[in-house]
């Protein structure tokens, strides 16, 4: 038996209930928690790379503004280093 779904709460919900095992990423571990659910490392860990790509535009409303600075700060917090660049206009 399988399931899928993108709820990582659900996710650890199943985990804890003992319906098997699920790889999720380390910020659901932060913001959430589950006393049913036993946490190990990857070695090596896994990587993924998000992006955001806006208009010259839209990069001027003060909410997409607030977005690209609270994805950078939570790349930050994570030890990560956000890579930001401006593609040309075309």
Known sequence: ??????????????VAAGLGVA??????LRSTSNDGVVVR???PPNRRTVQLVT?????????VQATVEALAEAAKQTGCRPDVE???AG
């Open 41 to 43: 490392p990857m070695n």
């Open 1 to 14: 038996m399988a399931f899928e779904t993108e709820d990582y709460v659900a996710v650890l919900a199943l």
């Open 23 to 28: 790889l999720v990423p380390e910020l659901i």
């Open 55 to 63: 208009t010259p535009d839209l990069a001027r409303v003060p909410a």
């Open 86 to 88: 401006a593609a040309p």
